[in-house]
């Protein structure tokens, strides 16, 4: 399934480094989204875009940065981060951020280990 | 009290059973409600949309009880490969837009 695509994969940095996580998505949609998964926790939204517009920032830390060139690509800026930010990262995907039925589909993530 | 909350599980089953487990939520404006199941290691992916008061889709079944505020999932003649865990995500209307709450999952281990 190549819907959503996410690289890289997997990333290891340190505390003082600065990467960038990258998701595509190939199905039309409007909307983007990035989520934060922790172990035993609930997926936390960090950031939703509609129609390349921002709607959505969660509280999160400035050291997360987003970017939305256009309706199919999404980036998270990394820097500074903490070890407490290690966690998968998900992007999904859906037709419009505003409809009430409308449903959300994922790419594979990004496992961040931050040391 | 959390807005969507899941039993953790993990529930252990043996193949053939059927297992359901329950979802409840704290927004009574709640307007959808979904199934997602995640393998270990991979990201969510829909299982069932429940809009109404339920849904069935072969050997699954989602039902909404918006009284109780509460959405569950039956699984029927379980198999090995529905081992996974299951998310459950409400859909309610905050300010001008729809957001997407979810809940932590329930780990279902079906046993040989």
């Known amino acids: 399934e190549t819907g959503v695509t996410q690289t890289p994969r997997h990333l290891v940095m340190g505390m003082t480094n600065k990467k960038s996580l990258k998701c595509e998505q190939h199905?039309?949609?409007?909307?983007m989204y990035w989520y934060k998964q922790s172990a035993k926790k609930p997926l936390e939204l960090m950031f939703v875009?509609?129609?390349?517009?921002?709607?959505e920032n969660n509280s999160v830390p400035s050291r997360f940065s987003p970017e939305c060139p256009n309706s199919s690509h999404l980036f998270l800026h990394l820097h500074t981060l903490q070890p407490e930010d290690s966690a998968l990262y998900l992007c999904?995907?859906?037709?419009?951020?505003?409809?009430?039925?409308?449903?959300?589909?994922f790419g594979p993530g990004t496992r961040l280990t931050v040391l | 009290r959390k807005e969507v909350e899941q039993d953790p599980g993990p529930f252990n089953v043996p193949e053939g059973a059927t297992v359901a487990f329950n979802c409840t939520y704290s927004?009574?404006?709640?307007?959808?409600f979904f199934w997602y199941r995640q393998d270990c290691r991979k990201e969510p992916k829909l299982l069932m949309s429940?809009?109404?008061?339920?849904n069935e889709d072969g050997r699954f079944t989602a039902q909404l009880n918006r009284a109780s505020q509460y959405i569950s999932l039956l699984i029927r003649d379980s198999k090995l490969s529905d081992s996974a865990t299951y998310l459950c995500?409400?859909?309610?209307?905050?300010?001008?837009?729809?957001?997407?709450?979810w809940g932590a999952g329930t780990k279902l281990i079906i046993k040989p």
């Open positions: 999904a995907s859906s037709q419009v951020a505003s409809g009430s039925t409308d449903t959300q589909y």
């Open positions: 927004n009574s404006a709640s307007q959808s």
């Open positions: 875009y509609n129609f390349k517009e921002q709607t």
């Open positions: 429940v809009y109404s008061s339920g």
């Open positions: 995500a409400v859909n309610f209307l905050s300010g001008s837009n729809y957001q997407l709450i």
């Open positions: 199905l039309g949609h409007n909307a």
